[in-house]
């Protein structure tokens, strides 16, 4: 158990498809994040929240579209993607940004695969 | 730009044997270093991490680190492995006061019983 749950964990869509991805954190914390791993490439950070707000988009395409409603949910929208969007998708959470010693933890991650 | 490198991409070892991965990062100024680890089928876990004080730290399951700032380097240690620590390991470096975690591309680690 992570604290860090994602849904689905495995998702096959064809490129013209919507679907969502999922995440929820137990531990009270007030930030979260996405992350893009694919193989032999280091994980990339997508977008992060603090207090709801989106303080980062790593210069993400926009058939991806995250959404935070509350510091405990975030969400993954995804239209219209590529093949090479296929990859796991790990949600992270952790008590708050910029401050030193601060962790983040993990989901188990949402495989992505689009046909 | 930002990076951490792992110059070991795969390593094999048969148990008992000594454990050092190599994690080198970019950054200027004060920052914050990690370790995790990723079993196979399971989520990403801190081993360790290093902000301040002694260089030496010391995490779960028996893993240590050190930090070598005139080296820009966190390289991770265990004296022994054993066949559970088959993994993959990512070395993680944040610059002090931000949020942007820089990952390295993994390690698989192979221990053989």
């Known amino acids: 158990e992570t604290g860090v749950t994602q849904t689905p964990r495995h998702l096959v869509m064809g490129m013209t498809n919507k679907k969502s991805l999922k995440c929820e954190q137990h531990?009270?914390?007030?930030?979260m994040y996405w992350y893009k791993q694919s193989a032999k490439k280091p994980l990339e950070l997508m977008f992060v929240?603090?207090?709801?707000?989106?303080?980062e988009n790593n210069s993400v395409p926009s058939r991806f579209s995250p959404e935070c409603p509350n510091s405990s949910h975030l969400f993954l929208h995804l239209h219209t993607l590529q093949p090479e969007d296929s990859a796991l998708y790990l949600c992270?959470?952790?008590?708050?940004?910029?401050?030193?010693?601060?962790?983040?933890?993990f989901g188990e991650g949402s495989w992505l695969t689009v046909v | 730009a930002q990076s951490v490198s792992q110059h070991n991409h795969h390593v094999i070892l048969s148990e008992a044997a000594s454990l050092e991965l190599g994690c080198n990062y970019s950054?200027?100024?004060?920052?914050?270093l990690f370790w995790y680890v990723q079993y196979p089928g399971q989520h990403l876990q801190l081993l360790l991490k290093y902000f301040s004080g002694d260089p030496l730290v010391k995490g779960i399951k028996g893993f240590e680190a050190e930090f070598i700032k005139s080296k820009f380097s966190f390289n991770l240690r265990k004296p022994s492995v054993q066949w559970s620590d088959t993994a993959e390991y990512f070395c993680a470096a944040v610059r002090s006061g931000t949020y942007k975690y820089i990952f390295g591309t993994g390690t698989r680690l192979k221990v053989l019983a």
């Open positions: 992270a959470s952790s008590h708050s940004i910029g401050q030193d010693g601060n962790t983040i933890y």
């Open positions: 531990l009270g914390h007030n930030a």
């Open positions: 929240y603090n207090f709801k707000e989106q303080t």
């Open positions: 950054y200027g100024g004060t920052v914050n």
